[in-house]
């Protein structure tokens, strides 16, 4: 009856399920690029606004173009009473992660043609889903701490606009520098677990919202979006800069993984990380407070331990990860809302990957190989 | 730069992500097992829970394991206030798939240890969400219709409940009959792309909460879940059992596809669709109203003329799509109705696989063929 059991790809690794120009991770060589500009060019020269305009639309904007994405986003960024409503019934009970997934998926309602998948009505689509997204994971924070819902600012832009929502302060230039790298490096990725999720979903015609909605549940994974979080517990349960080198010794003799380290593309250092690196350094220098200037230390000297231990002999690098969780504490950001901010920035890569698997679509439907048994007898229950 | 082309697997097929011993699709042969019972005799022998147990744990109950699974369920039928009130929020404005992924996803705040995924954990949420959702679904289609929400009646099995609770009526016998087999035959059909689906989010370890919205957002695609709506469309503007041939003539003429026609596994006639047509010729003989013997007419007329023409020739044969709305309508469910209860049945096989892949996690991860440049030179916006 069995054929001979077939390669079955766990995890499809190794596997290429498409073909995309939206962003080539190099991993042996550690670079990243967007559309084809490297991903220091966009951290030291962009914006997160200009960046999602080119992972959406393959290029970038002039300045008329410009103008018009961002009014876009900015003339969409409030959320309806309804959606508050839900944040607000949920955040006190559920992880963020829980409660943006559910209000995200929520916003279908709002829109009176969910299901025209013309590119521009596509497009459309997911700058609304940028635009409000930001404020649902910013409200959700804000109600997480007991606090109020702060409406957006258009004064600002995109992601410092979010850090102010989050935290009700209006951000310095240097906090607005930093917040909006992490959106740049946060905002695509190819195919990892998130964005194929979104994929598989939108493979069936069923809409963004519905997509992008699996893309922030799959984020929600420990082995995917809360490593960042996980680094900085860490860091904490270190806590002092002295005890690090001790600590990551007994935690690597007793086989313990270290997070933020290794990745399955990267085999050398993430260039992200190298970005985040180097602001924290700069963020030693800006009299941080003494918790944050611990936690800086912390991760610069258990990057350099974790390098000599592992780096060149084991390929075992830092990844962004490992180093965002100090640099979002520098901007006074909870733990639990890292992976929230990695949704509302990987938002314009989810949605610049439907536009392109939309032009090519082909329904996702693998294989598994049954190692059951077949033509079990059917006995009653009362015969069991 | 560039290494020579890789093999890309669009749709991912042919391609095994999993060894698995819940279901066996035999599409050359037209068999189905779930957990080697072969699909006849569970829907002649069997009801929904006890193939929900099946599925599950691996194995027939014992008639106490009977009685304390079917308890459970029972217990946590009903919904709480909150999800009652999301679902008639959306439900008058939003797709019936948007309604329950939304409900679905909010259930999560209920549960006060969601990430606990040991098998004994997770196997009681699936429980609780094989309870639930059905409840969802009722009420989703309740609230659309502007009537008030029923309570679940414990006097009545999993799937008739079901149906009380959508249609306000206590369902004959053959009605409570026609609606468990739908369930049963929807309750699980291997790696599809909802199911698929659930998987990829469930390998970050992210919760069964997230995994399971995800995979009513991908059931929602037209080129999955909704085929049977859409197959009904068609008979009902078929209109006339005697305009039966001449339009499906024309439509093959004009190369329109005919939904629920042609599978990406069975390769001959679908067993669950022999099924359905064998209670669909049963319901013809129970004096149905003219509205539902004229679409049974059509479906079984249109059905003989499609194999004639296609079906040995093209092995394109019938797939339960086709004949289940005609069923449905039988039972007065309307259209937008059909793929809400594929998600209340299916949740039986999501959970499922959850309970299984978790035995032995591996993080999905594909990779994309980048097919853009790299090294563009980034201009600033002035200059371009």
Redesign the interface.
Known sequence: MMSSK???????????????????VDGQNG?L?Y????IE??AE??NFE?VSYLLIY?K????KE?DEFVKKLKERREIEP?IRN?IK??AP???P??VI??AT??L??YDND?NNRATEATIDKVITLIAKVSTIAAATGRFRAKKSYIHPDNSLGHSENFLYMLTGKKPTKFESKLIDLMFILHAEH?????T??VL????????V???T??G??????????GADEAALSMMNAIGNPDNTEKYIEEALEGKQRIMGFGH??YKTYDPRAKLVRSYLEESLTKEPSDEVRRLLQIALRAEKLMIDKLGSTKGIWPNIDFFAGPLYRVMGIEGQMFTPIFVASRMAGWGSHIVEYWHNN???????????????K?????A?
Request: proline share 6%; aromatic share 10%.
């Open positions: 077939p390669t079955i790809n766990y995890g499809l690794e190794g596997i290429y399920v498409d073909e995309s120009s939206i962003s080539k670079k690029w559309r084809g500009y490297s060019d966009l020269r962009s200009e393959g970038l904007p002039t300045q410009y309804e839900i019934k949920m009970v559920a992880h992660m829980d997934r559910t998926s929520m279908v309602m969910p190819s195919t990892n677990a998130s194929f999720s598989v979903t939108a493979s069936t015609l069923a809409d919202y519905a997509a909605t699996s922030i549940g799959t984020l929600k994974g420990p082995l995917h979006g399955r593309v082909k329904l996702v439907r693998p294989l598994e190989y049954y190692s059951g048994s077949v033509d079990l059917y006995t009653p229950i009362e069991r």
